[in-house]
Every structure is written in C-alpha cells, then in structure tokens.
C-alpha cells in the first residue's frame, strides 16, 4: 500500500473539527471513563487550559497559546467520539 503526506488529512479533519468540541465525548487514558468534554474540569492559568477528567482527576488535554501560536495536547485522551 502506498502512502501519502499529511496534506491528505485536509479534508476529513476539516469536516471533523467542524463541531461544538465540548459536545465531543473523551475517553480518559487513566481511567477509562468516558465523558462528554463539557463535564471535565477546566484550570485556567494565564493563556494556558488544562483539563482534568472528572472521574479520576488526570490531565485530559493542555490548551496553551504561546509565540504566535496555539499548542493543543491531547494526551490524556485514548480516544474522542465525535457526533457526526
């Protein structure tokens, strides 16, 4: 099977990423708990998010602008739900 760049993606990440994210459902790599985005906890310091989950307290995700550009980690989430 042949591959191709990352360029590929432009299509169905942008039909993907078209959506009310908090309405998303987030697995947790922790504990497995699966939740809708808007249940987690949220700390804001500054320009930096971070999201908790709400059944065990791990870190979920990390939101941090910095530079002239936004940083997203989803670290903490084994998988997301989308509605389509």
């Given amino acids: 099977m042949s591959h191709l760049d990352g360029n590929a993606l432009a299509g169905v990440l942008s039909e993907v990423f078209t959506f009310d994210p908090t309405l998303a459902r987030a697995r947790c790599a922790n504990c497995y708990s699966v939740d809708v985005l808007a ?3 949220v700390y804001v310091d500054g320009s930096a998010f971070v999201v ?3 059944s065990c307290d ?4 990390t939101v941090m602008d910095g530079a ?3 940083w997203v980690s989803l670290k903490g989430v084994s998988a997301i739900e989308i509605p389509r």
Avoid: I, N, S
């Fill in 58 to 61: 791990a870190v979920l995700a």
């Fill in 68 to 70: 002239g550009r936004r």
């Fill in 52 to 54: 908790r989950c709400a």
């Fill in 39 to 41: 249940r987690a906890m």
